[in-house]
């Protein structure tokens, strides 16, 4: 889909502000964030972060409280001017968790349902209702009844149903969550495979990092109603601007220090960390937001320490083996150093062993200082 | 595809830069203003008038009391005060109470054993006898107790009779007319109500718990009574106390058997000051009040405390418990079971059968006399000597049911709606409000109603009945919609506006398809309930506005037991066929509540 270098489209969907309250809390409070037409981006959290509250804003499933959404030129809500365009006027396709497909419609009523709505020709109708069947695979199950389908069809049908009005804006609401994994998995790349070929604007709430990684042009990993981070997935996992981002996407070595030496310029710094009682500085990259003298927490990736037996490098760290569990094709360590239990990845062919002693040596450009 | 834009959003909200937080309070008020919400108000408004109104008009005609010239009023709390100092109001009162409690007790010991037998035990042939148990539910109650006046009058009973004849009795053995007659008709006929409010939990009961008792060494007996009916105690007790409730409201078992031989109840006295010859309709509406309190506070106990515990005690697992292995105690059960078909359904039946073919009825069955001439004349509307009440009551309670269970039920669709689809205002007060009619008896509203609109044009039309009628019950059918939308998703609704259907597409194309077996199980309840109806419409009717069952007490009052049977019959026949309608389209425990 080729895409207008315009400020509208780089602004495609605008979400200003938003609050909503359920009775006396805030569900989400006060958000804000763009996106580009065409763009994927997932909301990403635990339960009762918001992003749920957020997407169903959007859709118009419920008021707002405060803030505004705009897509394109449409602005779908903004209670400060009295604004509120009704679900059905706003051209969003949406998938629901449950898949939501009508049992007492066969597969091909259910898909064209949006079109029948929006009264177009018979003819028109099942053209495009056995397009988009095709493009999602159940040309063979057009005439059965929406009761025969498997899961992973029902999940199939819904999203059929969602984009057949070719809307401007699909929402997705933890639509894999109650498929089993294998076939999660599967569609996972299935779903981004077609949404790449159609090429609308998709927003996509889960609680699951892996389906966020895996599908998305953009993350906004949400808690308790606020953002945390915007960014890539690349961004999110590898530069995470605080410890929850951090802990929320992987696995990460959490370490409490405080920034000693800093370069104004950001980029290096040396954190002071406590192991046992004793003082120990370590080389690291500084995250936005924090300068000398600041608290801090070091973020180190499992696969970013290495457990060597004869150390090569500078300031190796000598530990002990508390466990090494081996799954295939990697072996996933407790290394003890101090009081503090490091998660290390570990290549199988070095036969670990539990209570072996090792070195744990670090890469500083890997050791992020993230605010606390 | 291009890179995108970002707003750099900090772990900070940035609540600073957007427009200024406005209150909760001002937001509520802006959020009053839609399309759902004032449809709701308007749904709230409309079901208020029509069960608060009635309510209030008997509250306030009940502190009127009338002077010795019976024409004006004044306040007081007089009405009241003869509720203790009447020659007959506080027999009455007694004998309501005697009788709530006496067909509770039956009820319950009825209706707990055979759902029991039927649920948790290896009885034989089970599956064939439960429809049956059911029957009476749907049945007339005061049609029953002209069927066992039929059967054990002390003079005329049939079955007195026989024992006098066959047995070598010397004078009659059973007696109906008084209050244990009363408390035997109420009794069996409301013993189903427990039956469904417990057969349930016993059937989805794990069957672990039973097996445990009985590793310790606890006998079949001692496990069911400490382990198996503890465990179903609220609905055992929901159970009973909608029968009592049921039975203080009954109006035509006391009036057929206890008020001719001098014991009155609450009902027939109220019936007595609405319509009889010592009418006051301020002293009919403060017992309608004092009986409403009753039933209201004992409803509302049952609904806030008992029922929702009933959840608890079941684990909601789909498997079928195993059933205990009676021996040859399974005989017994059997016997007991068929025992309860026979007294509560068949004999009724076949008295009223044999007593309607006879011209003349002397108490004695003689084959040559029998004849259709009863039901010509109380069914063949174009005949000369047709009897009006009758024809009539067929004509009125044929229409009333068709537009009032199908009035119900589209009342019963938008509110089931409110409560469980919309989250506006009024949502928790329409909820209070379908609550509320079940709390009084239908005699109690019935009067409310009187008082409320007697002066207005719709006295002495249909519509009054109909009003009564609709307010009285369609939250049987709101219930029954209520359960079938609770379990289907709301994402069903919401996929279809997402899909460019408004609300009013998105009712008419998914919600009311889906809830379409929810829909027809209600109005065939409702259909049922009205066919059958007496104690509103004893209270509503005029000449020409008689309703089925009060054709049948015209009959039973004004002209002769052949004549009432066949009536009865009629009834009975159309009933037994909406039943067989309603199992076919409701499923076996669609009733369970």
């Given at each position: 889909m080729p895409i207008d270098n315009t400020q509208s489209d780089e602004n495609y969907l605008e979400v200003k502000d938003l609050i909503k309250w359920f009775g006396d809390d805030p569900a989400v409070d006060g958000i804000s964030f763009k996106i580009a037409k065409g763009d994927f981006l997932t909301l990403l959290g635990p339960s009762g972060c918001g992003k749920t509250t957020t997407l169903m804003s959007i859709a118009g499933l419920h008021s707002i409280d405060g803030g505004s959404i705009r897509v394109g030129d449409a602005m779908f809500t903004d209670p400060e001017s009295g604004i509120f365009m009704a679900p059905e006027n706003r051209d969003i396709g949406m998938v629901f968790q449950s898949y939501a497909i009508w049992p007492h419609m066969s597969v091909t009523k259910n898909v064209a349902y949006p079109l029948e709505i929006q009264k177009i020709p018979k003819d028109e109708i099942n053209d495009r209702v056995a397009d988009v069947l095709e493009l999602v695979g159940l040309t063979d199950m057009a005439d059965k009844m929406a009761t025969q389908l498997s899961?992973?069809?029902?999940?199939?049908?819904?999203?059929?149903?969602?984009?057949?009005?070719?809307?401007?804006?699909?929402?997705?609401?933890?639509?894999?969550?109650?498929?089993?994994?294998?076939?999660?998995?599967?569609?996972?790349?299935?779903?981004?495979?077609?949404?790449?070929?159609?090429?609308?604007?998709?927003?996509?709430?889960?609680?699951?990092?892996?389906?966020?990684?895996?599908?998305?042009?953009?993350?906004?990993?949400?808690?308790?109603?606020?953002?945390?981070?915007?960014?890539?997935?690349?961004?999110?996992?590898?530069?995470?601007?605080?410890?929850?981002?951090?802990?929320?996407?992987?696995?990460?070595?959490?370490?409490?220090?405080?920034?000693?030496?800093?370069?104004?310029?950001?980029?290096?710094?040396?954190?002071?960390?406590?192991?046992?009682?004793?003082?120990?500085?370590?080389?690291?990259?500084?995250?936005?937001?924090?300068?000398?003298?600041?608290?801090?927490?070091?973020?180190?990736?499992?696969?970013?320490?290495?457990?060597?037996?004869?150390?090569?490098?500078?300031?190796?760290?000598?530990?002990?083996?508390?466990?090494?569990?081996?799954?295939?094709?990697?072996?996933?360590?407790?290394?003890?150093?101090?009081?503090?239990?490091?998660?290390?990845?570990?290549?199988?062919?070095?036969?670990l062993k539990e209570g072996e002693k090792v070195y744990l040596q670090f890469e500083s450009e890997h050791m992020l200082a993230v605010q606390p | 595809m291009q890179e995108v834009a970002t707003v750099a959003t900090g772990p900070e909200p940035q609540r600073t830069e957007g427009p200024p937080r406005r209150s909760k309070a001002e937001n509520r008020i802006r959020a009053l203003f839609n399309q759902e919400n004032i449809a709701t108000m308007v749904v709230a408004l409309i079901i208020g008038i029509a069960v608060i109104l009635p309510l209030i008009a008997l509250f306030i005609n009940s502190f009127l009391v009338l002077d010795d010239s019976g024409w004006d009023t004044e306040w007081g709390f007089d009405n009241y005060l003869l509720m203790v100092t009447d020659r007959i109001i506080p027999k009455a009162f007694v004998n309501t109470i005697l009788i709530s409690s006496g067909s509770t007790?039956?009820?319950?010991?009825?209706?707990?054993?055979?759902?029991?037998?039927?649920?948790?035990?290896?009885?034989?042939?089970?599956?064939?006898?439960?429809?049956?148990?059911?029957?009476?539910?749907?049945?007339?109650?005061?049609?029953?107790?002209i069927a066992w006046h039929n059967l054990a009058a002390p003079k005329t009973g049939l079955l007195n009779n026989w024992a006098q004849d066959y047995l070598g009795f010397e004078t009659h053995i059973l007696n109906v007319d008084n209050l244990w007659g009363v408390i035997w008709v109420t009794g069996i006929f409301f013993a189903p109500l427990v039956y469904l409010f417990v057969v349930g939990s016993l059937r989805r009961m794990d069957p672990s718990l039973e097996d445990s008792a009985r590793t310790t060494g606890a006998g079949l007996f001692k496990t069911t009574m400490t382990v198996t009916l503890p465990l179903v105690m609220p609905g055992i007790l929901s159970g009973a106390?909608?029968?009592?409730?049921?039975?203080?409201?009954?109006?035509?078992?006391?009036?057929?058997?206890?008020?001719?031989?001098?014991?009155?109840?609450?009902?027939?006295?109220?019936?007595?000051?609405?319509?009889?010859?010592?009418?006051?309709?301020?002293?009919?509406?403060?017992?309608?009040?004092?009986?409403?309190?009753?039933?209201?506070v004992l409803i509302w106990i049952q609904q806030r405390y008992i029922a929702p515990r009933s959840f608890t005690t079941v684990t909601g697992k789909g498997f079928r418990p195993n059933v205990l292995d009676l021996g040859s105690w399974k005989w017994v059960a059997f016997g007991y079971n068929v025992l309860y078909i026979l007294v509560a359904v068949v004999l009724p039946i076949l008295s009223l059968l044999v007593v309607s073919l006879h011209p003349v009825w002397e108490a004695t069955i003689q084959p040559a006399q029998m004849s259709f001439i009863n039901y010509e004349k109380t069914l063949f509307f174009w005949r000369e000597d047709s009897i009006q009440a009758a024809t009539n009551g067929i004509f009125n309670s044929l229409i009333l049911a068709l537009v009032g269970a199908t009035l119900s039920m589209v009342l019963a669709i938008v509110v089931s709606y409110m409560i469980h689809r919309t989250k506006g205002p009024m949502t928790r007060l329409i909820d209070f409000l379908c609550v509320v009619p079940i709390g009084f008896p239908g005699i109690v509203l019935a009067m409310g109603v009187l008082v409320t609109y007697i002066q207005t044009p719709?006295?002495?039309?249909?519509?009054?009945?109909?009003?009564?009628?609709?307010?009285?019950?369609?939250?049987?059918?709101?219930?029954?919609?209520?359960?079938?939308?609770?379990?289907?998703?709301?994402?069903?609704?919401?996929?279809?506006?997402?899909?460019?259907?408004?609300?009013?597409?998105?009712?008419?194309?998914?919600?009311?398809?889906?809830?379409?077996?929810?829909?027809?199980?209600?109005?065939?309840?409702?259909?049922?309930?009205?066919?059958?109806?007496?104690?509103?419409?004893?209270?509503?009717?005029?000449?020409?506005?008689?309703?089925?069952?009060?054709?049948?007490?015209?009959?039973?009052?004004?002209?002769?037991?052949?004549?009432?049977?066949?009536?009865?019959?009629?009834?009975?026949?159309?009933?037994?066929?909406?039943?067989?309608?309603?199992?076919?389209?409701?499923?076996?425990?669609?009733?369970?509540?």
């Open positions: 899961g992973g069809q029902q999940q199939r049908a819904a999203l059929a149903r969602a984009i057949v009005a070719k809307p401007r804006l699909l929402l997705f609401d933890e639509p894999l969550s109650n498929l089993d994994l294998k076939l999660r998995e599967q569609m996972r790349v299935e779903l981004k495979r077609i949404q790449n070929e159609v090429g609308i604007t998709s927003i996509y709430v889960t609680h699951d990092q892996a389906e966020a990684l895996v599908m998305s042009d953009d993350i906004i990993v949400m808690s308790k109603g606020h953002i945390e981070q915007m960014g890539s997935p690349v961004d999110i996992y590898s530069k995470p601007v605080n410890s929850y981002v951090s802990n929320f996407i992987g696995v990460a070595n959490l370490l409490e220090g405080n920034v000693k030496k800093a370069n104004t310029s950001g980029g290096e710094a040396d954190v002071e960390v406590n192991v046992a009682g004793e003082p120990i500085t370590l080389k690291c990259q500084l995250g936005a937001g924090l300068k000398q003298g600041d608290d801090t927490v070091l973020s180190v990736r499992p696969e970013n320490v290495h457990a060597v037996r004869e150390p090569d490098g500078a300031a190796p760290v000598p530990g002990e083996v508390t466990s090494a569990i081996f799954l295939g094709n990697y072996v996933d360590c407790r290394v003890a150093w101090g009081d503090f239990e490091w998660k290390v990845i570990a290549h199988p062919r070095m036969g | 007790v039956l009820a319950t010991f009825l209706g707990v054993s055979l759902a029991w037998i039927n649920a948790r035990t290896n009885c034989p042939g089970r599956d064939f006898l439960e429809p049956y148990n059911l029957i009476p539910f749907f049945l007339s109650p005061f049609v029953g107790a106390i909608i029968v009592f409730v049921t039975s203080a409201g009954e109006f035509g078992v006391p009036f057929k058997l206890s008020a001719p031989y001098g014991w009155e109840t609450l009902t027939t006295q109220i019936f007595s000051k609405a319509v009889g010859d010592d009418a006051n309709h301020y002293l009919g509406a403060a017992m309608s009040m004092a009986l409403g309190i009753i039933t209201v719709i006295y002495a039309t249909l519509w009054i009945l109909l009003l009564g009628y609709v307010t009285r019950f369609f939250p049987y059918g709101q219930r029954n919609v209520s359960s079938i939308m609770l379990a289907i998703s709301e994402e069903l609704d919401q996929s279809s506006r997402m899909s460019g259907a408004s609300w009013f597409t998105t009712l008419k194309r998914i919600t009311i398809p889906l809830l379409k077996p929810g829909i027809f199980a209600g109005w065939v309840l409702l259909f049922i309930i009205f066919l059958r109806e007496l104690s509103i419409s004893i209270i509503l009717y005029t000449t020409g506005t008689e309703t089925l069952s009060v054709g049948v007490y015209y009959l039973s009052n004004f002209e002769n037991e052949p004549l009432t049977a066949a009536l009865s019959m009629a009834q009975t026949i159309v009933l037994l066929a909406a039943i067989f309608l309603f199992r076919r389209v409701a499923g076996k425990e669609a009733l369970t509540a």
